[in-house]
């Protein structure tokens, strides 16, 4: 079984190589056409960098606070789903950061899951805090595109 702390960096690392895949490939570009998002590129890059900030305060801190390592976890599989898999599936043209996504997000999250176990009360505050930290950015895109008018 796979130790949580591990787990935690991997998906630091994992995140660090789907940068790396979305910048090559351009996902910055993809992501205008296919999803109709309004993000200018340095905002993109600022928000993969916080993510990534994120996650190895998350991992390094994993042993005090583990909630904010799976919540981590929680972000990378709603990043993999909502910004890569769905457009995919829906667009029927590659989304760049899938393979990251399907080939390490995934993965880590199951073994996340097993490592920590499927009770729900061990998921729930992981859940959240995933969903806001994934949220904030495109409500802050929003919040500055509306007060802009």
Do not use: C
């Amino acid at each position: 079984m796979w130790r949580a702390d591990v787990l935690a960096w991997l998906a630091v690392a994992a995140y660090a190589l789907h940068i790396m895949e979305e910048r090559i490939l351009d996902w910055h570009a993809s992501m205008k056409k296919s999803m109709k998002l309004s993000m200018d590129v340095d905002s993109y890059h600022v928000i993969g960098r916080v993510f990534l900030v994120l996650g190895a305060i998350a991992a390094f801190i994993e042993p005090t606070l583990p909630e904010l390592a799976r919540a981590f976890v929680v972000f990378l599989v709603l990043n993999a789903l909502i910004f890569h898999i769905w457009p995919w599936i829906s667009s029927q043209h590659f989304s760049p950061g899938s393979w990251t996504a399907i080939i390490l997000f995934l993965p880590i999250a199951y073994m996340t899951f097993v490592a920590a176990g499927s009770n729900p009360a061990v998921w729930l505050w992981p859940v959240v805090i995933g969903v806001l930290v994934t949220a904030f950015p495109i409500v802050l895109m929003q919040y500055g595109r509306g007060s802009r008018r």
